[in-house]
T-cell receptor, first 116, second 110 residues
Framework: NAGVMQNPRHLVRRRGQEARLRCSPM?????VYWYRQLPEEGLKFMVY????????ESGMPKERFSAEFPKEGPSILRIQQVVRGDSAAYFC??????????????FGEGSWLTVV | RKEVEQDPGPFNVPEGATVAFNCTYS??????FFWYRQDCRKEPKLLMS???SGNEDGRFTAQLNRASQYISLLIRDSKLSDSATYLC???????????FGQGTTLQVKP
């Protein structure tokens, strides 16, 4: 996973609670992507962030979901008032130093959210 | 229509078999193409990039046909350890935003 760190790895929330997922890219890297993988489906792009800036949020649901990447600390994906349909694996990814060059991005190990 | 389409399978093959996966994409402006491998409850990992000239890495061969908007992956001499889900991935932007297919599941049996 090239040093992309995500936590928690597993999170259980009751319907209506809030979920916060954290991602730290490789040291010195300032861009992160968030992807969601629903059961039996492929990964879906959610948002692309630079420190203190949202570059592309075209995949974010219109309500309850937000993401930030502050100047200090990890990127946070926040889901308010979770519902059962939010149960999924949430992956964070980071491009190599210098940005995406048409080669690859590196994924963290994922955070598995279960809403009960 | 999905942006990237794959046959979900599963493909059940014996050890030593050759298996081919196909994928089509809808955006003709797509610029970068990849195959990723994903094991159960793990993150996707890059298997190989795909080029129009075709590229080979050991037992794995990938091919891109831009005219048909078609990507393929060939696995020769299948091993038990090849059992996984193979994700066809396309990027049409210079920001690294990736579009994933649903994945094709391969199960290699002894």
């Amino acid at each position: 996973n090239a040093g992309v760190m995500q936590n928690p790895r597993h999170l259980v929330r009751r319907r209506g609670q809030e979920a916060r997922l954290r991602c730290s890219p490789m040291k010195g890297h300032s861009h992160v992507y968030w992807y969601r993988q629903l059961p039996e489906e492929g990964l879906k792009f959610m948002v692309y962030l630079q420190k203190e800036n949202i570059i592309d949020e075209s995949g974010m649901p219109k309500e309850r979901f937000s993401a930030e990447f502050p100047k200090e600390g990890p990127s946070i994906l926040r889901i308010q008032q979770v519902v059962r349909g939010d149960s999924a694996a949430y992956f964070c990814a980071s491009p190599p130093a210098g940005g995406f060059s048409g080669n690859t991005i590196y994924f963290g190990e994922g955070s598995w959210l279960t809403v009960v | 229509r999905k942006e990237v389409e794959q046959d979900p399978g599963p493909f059940n093959v014996p050890e030593g078999a050759t298996v081919a996966f196909n994928c089509t994409y809808s955006n003709s402006a797509s610029q970068s193409f990849f195959w990723y491998r994903q094991d159960c409850r793990k993150e996707p990992k890059l298997l190989m990039s795909v080029y129009s000239s075709g590229n080979e890495d050991g037992r794995f061969t990938a091919q891109l046909n831009r005219a048909s908007q078609y990507i393929s992956l060939l696995i020769r001499d299948s091993k038990l350890s090849d059992s996984a889900t193979y994700l066809c991935v396309v990027s049409s932007s210079n920001t690294g935003k990736l579009i994933f297919g649903q994945g094709t599941t391969l199960q290699v049996k002894p």
